[in-house]
């Protein structure tokens, strides 16, 4: 290993390979202790977790810069059924982030690695091919099936496969692949949809996913499953019920009307399956969520302060490239290359800060980054249809400043708040946090962005081309919907930050 370069020191900061890898229950139990020796063909294991890690992590950013594209192809405004084609992924996800890591004990690691890049591989070919808007959403759940099932066992391998001296520094170039697909995925959709066509960002996977699938039958080292292990399957699925029906009713109240039947048995469901899991999961021997970690105070703080930052900064991704393409009349590869203002300043800070939340602490930083994160909101919030594009850009940055300077330090608070014992499980409820937050912004910016006509707006804008900006009164619709959505969204920040900020000081790493 590289001097000064410690194992610990690489997973604090870069959360997201932390968070990723403690997906999996098992994770870090998963491969042999080792003093050091070389393992033959380790880097090549990275490879091939590489390029599953690369295409899971590219989905949940490519496809947002290319919703303006797929709205004009199937003539569907910003409203529920577009909105799913993003959450039915997330969700997905959600559900079975924690479940996939204890298949991987059943059925052994590289069966299940091997299950989620086919599955996944499918589904985007599906999704390039999908003839209308269900079957598009119905094969991005497909896909998540499979992203699931990659992102839960990645870890696994990588510790299986590297020694114990190596396993910091080979998590943490997980990590730069997952920086590397969240920062490539808006210019490198804003491409293909424009030169090519929407549909080639799914069909791009199609190539990888078979490169993947041979080299990991000649590479992965097999393992044999643990057949008495147990996973939460009733768990998953409660999870999976109640997220995705308080998530429809958000998306879908615009059109159904906030008052309809369906919409509000659609709330009652949720809250009657999150009632019902956590009873279950109070009985079952091995629960997807460990209810005893939400005894201690630090921890249900970070973990209501990721999911709002989340729910903050994520309906960014989601409307702004409807801004550029829509009121701004952009390309979409210039859309694309602006919105990568955004991750590309967490892939160039986080690591610094990282450094910098190990000697100051989360008290600090995480309602520092949340306070910067409502500002930039704000700001975002504020433009028109003349603001200028670098000023545009740079608010975009701020906010992946804001992120930066919150997520190491908050992920390190949170793990540090969970029992050495139950750090699996801590990390698999942070990484299903993060896409909680990422699904529950969606649904409530696109809720309000509709429910104030931003969407009917955006529609018209789109018909009607620069006729269209050109009309005060779809200009003036269109941003106070998306105002609105933004200013909400600062709303969540600044509760996040009021949390931490009253954080117990145990929750300093």
Sequence with gaps: MEAGLRPGYVWRMLPDARADAAGAPSAGASGPASSGAERPGKWAVFSVVAIGVL????????????????????????????QWVVIAYLLVIVALLTTGGRLGDIWGKKRVWQLGLSVFTAGSALCGLAPNIATLIAFRALQGVGAALLMAISPALLTSAFPAHERGRALGMNALSVAVGVSTGPPL??????????????????????????????????????????????????????????????????????GSPL????????????????????????PIIDLGLFRQPAFRS??????????????????????????????????????????????????????LSDRVGSRVLAPAGLGLASLALVLLGSIGPDTPLPWVAGCLGLGGVAQALFQPANNSALLGAAPRDRQGLAGGLLATGRVLGQSLSIALSGAVFA??????????????????ASDPRLVQEFLTGYRAALWVSAACALLGMCIALGRPRAARV
């Excluded at 989905?59 to 709205?71: E, K, R």
């Excluded at 429910?451 to 269209?468: K, M």
Aim: net charge neutral; with cysteine; aromatic share 10%.
């Design 451 to 468: 429910g104030l006509g931003g969407a009917d707006a955006a529609r018209e804008l789109s018909e009607r081309g620069a006729a269209g």
């Design 189 to 258: 959709g804003g491409f293909i949809a424009e030169r090519i066509g929407w549909r080639w960002i799914f069909f791009i996977n199609v190539p990888l996913g078979l490169l993947g699938i041979v080299l990991a039958a000649l590479i992965l080292p097999r393992a044999a499953g643990r057949g008495a292990a147990r996973f939460d399957a009733g768990g998953a699925l409660l999870v999976g019920v109640a997220l995705a029906s308080i998530t429809g009713a958000l998306s879908f109240a615009h059109d159904l009307g906030y």
């Design 263 to 286: 919409v509000w048995a659609a709330l009652l469901g949720g809250a009657a399956a999150l009632r019902g899991l956590v009873r279950h999961e109070a009985k079952h021997p091995a």
């Design 302 to 355: 970070a973990l209501s302060c990721l999911v709002l930052s989340f729910m903050a900064l994520f309906a960014v991704a989601f409307l702004t490239p409807f801004y550029f393409e829509q009121l701004r009349g952009l390309s979409t590869e210039d859309s694309g290359l602006l919105m990568i203002a955004y991750p590309l300043m967490i892939a160039l800070l986080a690591p610094f800060a990282g450094a």
């Design 55 to 82: 295409m899971a992590t590219l989905d949940s950013s490519i496809v947002n810069i290319s919703l303006p594209s797929i709205a004009r192809a199937f003539e569907r405004p910003l409203n529920g059924p577009l």
